[in-house]
C-alpha cells in the first residue's frame, strides 16, 4: 500500500481529484494518510477532514529559518511513513534539506505547460493572468517531480487548454483545472502506485 502526503495550502480541489481516484478504483493500492496544510483556514483541511484522513498544520512563521520549517514537514511525513508527498496548491517553497528524504518521491502540479509561466512569483491565479496579458492562444497544466529548482524538477505528464476569447483569469483557472489538472494528476500518481515511472536526469519515462 502506497502512503501518500498532501501538502496543501488552499481550495484543495487537487486534493479532492487525488482523493476521488482512490475512491474510484483508478489509483490502486494508495491511501492518503496525512495531509498538512501551512494555512490554517485552507479550504482543503475540511476536505482531509471528511475524508476521515489525518491532518496537521505547520506555517513558516512557526519557525526561525526556513530550513527548520522544511525539517518539520518532513518529520511530520517521515513519523506518518509517507512513501509519496503531493504538492497540491501548496504555495510555500522548500528547501534542498527536505529532499534528502524524498528524492523523486514529491509531485507538483502547475497551472501551466512548464518551463512556460513558470518559477519563483508563478501560482494560483497570477499564472493565468501572465498568460491572458501575453496573448496566449494555448496554456495548460504540468505535473513533475519536485526538486529545489522551482518548477524545474522531471516533467512527468503535461496537458494542453485551449485559452477563449473573453477569458479572465478565473474563468481559465477553472479550465485548466477541469480539463488537465484534475485528469494529469491522479493520472500521475496512478502510474506512480503501478511502479510505471522511472526517472532518467531530466526525463521521466513511462512504462506501460
Ligand atoms: C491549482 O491551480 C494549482 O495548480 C496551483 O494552485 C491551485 C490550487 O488549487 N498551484 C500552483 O500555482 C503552484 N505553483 P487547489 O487548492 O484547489 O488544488
Known amino acids: 500500500m502506497l502512503r501518500i502526503g498532501v501538502l496543501v495550502s488552499g481550495g ?3 486534493l479532492q481529484a487525488i482523493l476521488d481516484g482512490i475512491d474510484s478504483g483508478f489509483i490502486p493500492n494508495a491511501k492518503i494518510e496525512l495531509v498538512i496544510s501551512n494555512k490554517s483556514n485552507a479550504f482543503a483541511l475540511t476536505r482531509a477532514a471528511q475524508a476521515n484522513i489525518e491532518t496537521s498544520i505547520i506555517g513558516r512563521k512557526q519557525f526561525e529559518t526556513p530550513s527548520a520549517f522544511d525539517d518539520a514537514l518532513a518529520a511530520r511525513l517521515k513519523e506518518a511513513k509517507i512513501d509519496l508527498v503531493l504538492l497540491a496548491g501548496f504555495m510555500a517553497i522548500l ?6 528524504d524524498f528524492q523523486n518521491k514529491v509531485m507538483n502540479v502547475h497551472p501551466a505547460l512548464i518551463p ?4 519563483p512569483g508563478y501560482y ?4 493565468h493572468e501572465a498568460v491572458l496579458s501575453t496573448g496566449c492562444k494555448v496554456t495548460g497544466a504540468s505535473v513533475h517531480f519536485v526538486t529545489p529548482e522551482v518548477d524545474a524538477g522531471p516533467l512527468i ?5 485551449e485559452v477563449k ?9 477553472r479550465r485548466v483545472m477541469e480539463e488537465a489538472e484534475w485528469k494529469i494528476y491522479p493520472e500521475a500518481v496512478r502510474l506512480f502506485a503501478l511502479g510505471l515511472l522511472e526517472v532518467h536526469g531530466r526525463q521521466v519515462h513511462i512504462n506501460n
Open 12 to 14: 484543495g480541489t487537487n
Open 95 to 100: 528547501g534542498p534539506g527536505f529532499f534528502s
Open 116 to 119: 512556460a509561466f513558470s518559477g
Open 124 to 127: 494560483g491565479l497570477k499564472v
Open 157 to 161: 505528464l503535461q496537458q494542453a487548454v
Open 165 to 173: 476569447q473573453g477569458d479572465d483569469a478565473e474563468t481559465l483557472q
